[in-house]
């Protein structure tokens, strides 16, 4: 995408290509501001964001919310370790746990450490309270998951992408179809320690299960003394419309992980929060993380959870989630073949023979609207919940030029 005038784009590009490792293949886009919905690259060019970076950046970019409560605190104070107390912790924690109806609450940084820290603790749960061998507990995950890039995470990934050359890999993990219910009941055995699900997988391109599945993997969690963790990471603080993606299906999870938007795309942030006879299990010396919990993140993440007690923003992807949904849906049959999701949360699969999904990543940068492909010919789209129903449509425009047939 990049042009003999885009020269500074070009020797940023070339800076990343030669000096980072290239783990990511981006567009050629080289951002230089953001403001709610909408980013400036070097070259003075404004794109709307409809990635959100997946998710993390729900409230946009430098919400001055966040902003405020981020510039206090660095006048304050950012890093004690958990060596001492501080004055952000417990009340982040204690917010927190009200808002999402949880007893107690673990923080780390990113998704994959509050994923981590779930497994330790599911584990430790099922030999010290369930009462099973030690050693031989088992957590039962989904096919097409996604919950971060650590060796034991990737070790029950079923992207060979995500796994290859990186074992070996943590045994303890039983992976069934997403969405099967039965498939669920056969994997539950006396040495089920947990059932780790996304509501929605996002990187496997917004997949929702069907009705009634998480209630009846709650109900089978429940028969077998099993905890059932939600990996709400990237389908939680409001994105689907609610504030957890489960409480569409009105079902509470054993353990939640939440992370991206509860940094409010500042810091990253990322908890375990549930039930306090689960989390208990934690003992001094036993987990942590130097920067887990920081009065900084904290911080910031009280500033989050005030914007979320509004219930703004969960009004905002209800409405205008629909409304996304309903324009895509006229795309179907017209260069989509289907559209998937929740909120302002949606899944576009394109109709095959037509662009591949990073072709059309491309030519939607180049009309100035940022999405990602996830899988092939799969599209992303996961606007900031802040943004004008304008916007929205503009966005919405450059999509069905793109790829409409
Ligand atoms: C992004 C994501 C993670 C990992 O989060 P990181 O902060 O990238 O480590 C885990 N689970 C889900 C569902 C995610 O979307």
Redesign the pocket.
């Known amino acids: 995408m990049t042009t003999i005038e885009d020269r500074n784009a070009a020797e940023f590009i070339a800076l990343d290509e030669r000096w980072s490792t290239h783990n990511y293949h981006p567009l050629g886009v080289v951002i230089t501001e953001g403001e709610g919905a909408w980013v400036t690259d070097v070259q003075g060019r404004r794109y709307l964001d409809f990635l959100s970076a ?1 998710s993390a950046l729900n409230f946009g970019h430098r919400h001055p919310a966040l902003v405020a409560a981020a510039v206090e605190q660095l006048g304050r104070v950012t890093l004690t370790s958990r060596a001492f107390h501080h004055d952000q912790l417990g009340p982040f924690c204690a917010e927190l746990a009200a808002l999402t109806g949880t007893e107690m609450v673990l923080p780390m940084n ?3 450490e509050a ?1 981590e820290s779930a497994i330790k603790v599911a584990r430790k749960w099922a030999y010290e309270v369930k009462g099973i061998p030690d050693g031989r507990a088992e957590i039962v995950v989904a096919g097409s998951n ?4 650590t060796t034991t995470i990737v070790s029950f990934s079923t992207d060979e992408t995500a796994r290859a050359h990186f074992g070996p890999f943590t045994p303890g993990f039983s992976v069934v179809k997403y969405g099967d219910a039965e498939a669920l009941r056969e994997a539950i055995t006396e040495r089920t320690a947990a059932v780790l699900l ?1 509501p929605i997988q ?2 496997a391109g917004v997949i929702v299960p069907p009705d009634g599945y998480l209630a009846r993997a709650r109900r089978l969690c429940d028969e077998a003394g099993v905890l059932l963790i939600a ?1 709400e ?2 389908s939680g603080l409001a994105r689907t419309g609610t504030l957890l993606a489960l409480d569409h299906e009105r079902v509470r999870a054993d353990l939640y ?1 939440l ?2 938007a509860l940094g409010g795309g500042i810091v ?1 942030l ?1 908890v375990v929060a549930g039930r306090r006879d689960v989390l208990e299990v934690l003992k001094p010396g036993e987990h942590g993380s130097t920067f887990g919990g920081n009065p900084l993140a904290c911080a910031v993440g009280r500033a989050v959870i005030r914007l979320l007690e509004t219930g703004e923003f969960q009004r905002r992807s209800t409405e205008l989630g629909a409304h996304l949904r309903a324009r895509l849906g006229e795309l179907v049959g017209h260069g989509l073949a289907e559209v998937r999701g929740r909120g302002l949360w949606a899944g576009l699969d394109i109709t095959p023979g037509g662009l591949s999904g990073r072709q059309a990543s491309e030519a939607l940068a180049a009309k100035g609207v940022l999405c990602k492909e996830t899988h092939g010919n799969t599209l992303r789209v996961a606007p900031p919940l802040t943004i004008s129903r304008e916007d929205l449509d503009r966005g919405i425009d450059a999509i069905a030029e793109v790829v409409g047939r």
């Open positions: 997946y990113s998704g994959a994923v996604f919950h971060g890039r996304e996002g990187e990996d990471i990237q992980t992370g991206k990253p990322s």
